[in-house]
C-alpha cells in the first residue's frame, strides 16, 4: 500500500523581519487564496517567529512581534481556516490579539474574552467567506468551527485527523 503525503506549508518568520516589519511573507499567504491552493492547503499552514530564544517574554508578549503580527492579519485574517490544528501556530497569532504580560490570574479570563472578540468580529467572518469561495458545505464549515474551538479550549491536537 502506497500512501502519499499531503503538502504542508511552514511559515517562518525571523526576528530581523519583524524588527524591520519585512511583511514579504504576505506574498506567500497571499498566494494560498486562490481557491485551489485554498482548498488544498486547508488546515496545512502553519507558522512561527524565530530568534527571539534569549528573550524571557513569551512571543505574543514583545510589541514589535505583536505588531507584526496584527499587520499581517490586516491583509490575511485566514489564520482559522489555513492554519494546522496540530501546531501552536494559531494560539500564537490569537494571543497576539490579547493584552500583553497580566497576572497569570486574570490572563486566562482575559484572553479567554479577547480571543471570543477576535474571533467573532474577525477571524470567523474571514474563514467563512473563505469557505464559502471555496465551495465548503455548511457540515465542512460547522466542522472546521469546531475543530477552532476545540484547539483553543484543550491546546493542539492529537492522533489522526
Not at 62 to 83: A, H, N, T
Not at 100 to 110: G, K, Q, S, T, V
Not at 119 to 135: H, Q
Request: a negative charge; one cysteine or more.
Amino acid at each position: 500500500m502506497s500512501t502519499t503525503a499531503l503538502p504542508f506549508i511552514f511559515i517562518g518568520i525571523s526576528r530581523q523581519e519583524v524588527e524591520s516589519s519585512d511583511t514579504s511573507v504576505l506574498s506567500a499567504l497571499l498566494r494560498l487564496l486562490d481557491k485551489e491552493s485554498a482548498i488544498q492547503f486547508r488546515e496545512r499552514v502553519d507558522i512561527a517567529v524565530y530568534g527571539y530564544d534569549d528573550d524571557p517574554r513569551e512571543l505574543y508578549d514583545v510589541p514589535e512581534v505583536r505588531d507584526f503580527v496584527r499587520k499581517l492579519d490586516d491583509e490575511f485574517p485566514y489564520w482559522g481556516y489555513f492554519l494546522s490544528k496540530r501546531g501552536s501556530g494559531l494560539l500564537f497569532i490569537l494571543y497576539c490579539f490579547c493584552s500583553p504580560c497580566l497576572m497569570p490570574e486574570a490572563r486566562d479570563r482575559i484572553e479567554g474574552e479577547e480571543v471570543a472578540q477576535y474571533l467573532l468580529k474577525r477571524g470567523f467572518p474571514a474563514m467563512n467567506a473563505l469557505c464559502e469561495a471555496t465551495g465548503c458545505c455548511e457540515a465542512e464549515v460547522k466542522q472546521l468551527t469546531d475543530r477552532v474551538m476545540e484547539y483553543i479550549i484543550s491546546g493542539p491536537i492529537r492522533g489522526e485527523v
